[in-house]
């Protein structure tokens, strides 16, 4: 399972789960679930494009599927602003407009 979806244990601010002596950042507790269901589609198609891409030796299409990982991480909160720092009208956009970018 991946960090974020429910894998290791939640540090003592629940900000972060640590799996394997890693801290990985969770997923925004605040989202809409199906704003973060979808995203989480999305990131996973991504990240299984990516694998397909390298074992193809096709690099830019694994240049455009981790930058489609790296929208979705975003719109997750799981990279960029920490989410716990922000108004969740803010984080809830950032997944929307996330979302948006992906589904174009």
């Known amino acids: ?21 890693r801290r ?29 891409a390298s074992r193809r030796g096709d690099d830019d299409a694994v240049a455009a599927a981790r930058r489609r990982v790296g929208i979705a991480k975003h719109g997750l909160g799981e990279r960029g602003p920490k989410w716990w720092e922000e108004p969740v009208e803010a984080r809830v956009q950032r997944a929307r407009e996330a979302l948006t970018e992906l589904e174009d």
């Open 1 to 21: 399972m991946k960090p974020g979806y429910g894998a290791g244990m939640p540090t003592e601010d629940a900000h972060w789960f640590v799996v394997d002596g």
């Open 24 to 52: 990985w950042r969770r997923t925004d507790p605040a989202l809409p679930e199906d704003v973060a269901a979808a995203l989480r589609s999305h990131l996973g198609s991504a990240r299984a494009t990516v694998g397909a």
